[in-house]
């Protein structure tokens, strides 16, 4: 509660302080510049310059204030090319002017998003709407129209293309746990890998894995537990070390395997429409894949022998764990209809997100994303019949409200506010204050930027935590000159790496939810784990931009 009224207090004294100060020489040069970008060429002309600094802001200023301009009420219109010369009215050092106090205004928006977010003063999907009110209000971006000083619709990222790829997500998992499919993919998995323990612990974390590159890492954990505990339960060994290591490889499997898939955690997918909205890249279901399995590969055996280099355990196998996976195996029975229509929609979603690249080339399809395929695939689940007599489908909207539309709302709000940040001229303004950076060896600042973001969502949300990061990230590598994908995947990444604490992730509570595991046991092998994770991420990201391997 005092975190809370402390945050809201503090977000909007920030807020108060930077709205009514005055437009500072750096923000005036942003503005500047990005007043020209929107500028036909007769005014660039005019002004006697292409690109305003600090040494010829003032002479600049001068000038503009000579040039009568006109312009454009929606600059998305097809034929508007931007501010022209007119012969009377505004200046261009108007324009300059109300451009730099929507780049004053947009920078005390985000101090309050960002506060908001990290102290969670206010509940957080509830913040991501902060932009639906506070852009047109204070003017910086229309909700009818592509205005100065945004250039954007204030509502259209709320209907971005990744939130539609994330409604797809979702479905497929709801369709999943209506139907049971997971937790066969689940028995039959372990059922295969073995039933000693050192196989049981990898069986269960590889099973999670996979699970959560689909499915929300919490509901992955919450079906897998019951699962394990069961196991536990008939050896006698909840809170041995045995027990500890079980458990902590479900919660640890459910965040690495998040990092796999697009859509496997919200991390990815706010770096995703950050990509979109500030550097013009469009990271697809299959691009990703280049980037998030190679870390799943690399963590998961880290994190399995440190779990049980931090736990190690006696005794001899038993059976009772074959018995109870063969029995819940026998409990599920044959694969029923709905299963079988699940089981072949997400293959074949999977399969056209995999290769929506090749099939828009070679066969001519223009409009295929995976926003597309997604949607083709939530279309199937609800017209492939299970049971056409009594008019049943394979999904009903009742399981579908189950998605949790709160976390869409912030992707929304996530990419409004980077849409906001990068248009008026608010992330080049926060750009030039961390040249500073630049000095530091490159290895070493990924290094710095990945655990800072590893410890920073130990206590605050990784998805708030990754929405508040992406513009600041962005904007540090446009200062040192570095690309800053690399900066926005690495913090995006390290978000899912949070395995010291029990609030840092909903799979961590779940596991000391049991009474398994208390705080010191999670802490002591979650500070070795955050470590680890970091330095390989670390290391592995640095040849991924080395090599030039990015989505």
Known sequence: MKIKLTGFITGVLGFVIIFLIKPTSGMVVEASNVVLKHSQKQVVEAAGVKRVTLENLEEFLQTAGQIHVKIPKDFSKSGTRGIAISNKGTTLLDAVYLQAKGLKRTLAIAVLMGIFWITEALPIPITALIPVVFFPLFRIASPTSSSMPGYFNAFTPYMHYLIVLFIAGFTIAEAMKKWGLHERIALNFISKVGFSRRKLIFAFMVTTAFISMFISNTATTAMMMPIALAILLSMNEIETNFGKAMMLSIAYGAS?????????????????????????????????????????????????????????????????????????????????????????????????????????????????????????????????????????????????????????????????????????????????????????????????VVLLVDFLTEITSNTATTNMLMPILFALGMAIGRNPLTLMIGGAVAASMAFMLPVATPPNAIVYGTGAIKIRDMVKVGIILDIVAATLWTLLLYLFHALKILP
């Open 256 to 448: 690495i395997g998040g990092i796999g898939t697009l859509i496997g955690t919200p991390p990815n997918v706010v770096l995703a429409g950050f990509a979109d909205t500030l550097l013009g890249v469009k990271i697809t279901f299959a691009g990703w894949l280049k980037i998030g399995l190679p870390v799943v590969v690399i963590l998961l055996p880290s994190a399995f022998f440190i779990i049980l280099k931090v736990f190690p355990y006696k005794g001899r196998d038993t059976g009772e764990s074959k018995n109870i996976i063969t029995e819940k195996l026998g409990t599920l029975g044959r694969m029923k209809k709905g299963e079988i229509n699940t089981l072949v929609i997400f293959m074949i979603t999977a399969l056209l997100w995999i290769f929506s690249k090749q099939i828009k080339t070679h066969l001519h399809i223009p409009w295929m994303n995976d926003a597309v395929v997604g949607m083709i695939g939530v279309f199937l689940f609800y017209v492939v019949p299970v049971n056409i007599k009594k008019w049943e489908f394979t999904l009903d909207w009742k399981t579908n409200e189950k998605i949790p539309w709160g976390t869409l709302i912030l992707f929304g709000g996530g990419i409004a506010l980077g849409k906001a940040l990068n248009n008026t001229g608010a992330a080049s303004f926060i750009a030039s204050h961390l040249i500073l950076a630049g000095k530091a060896p490159f290895i070493l600042l990924l290094f710095f």
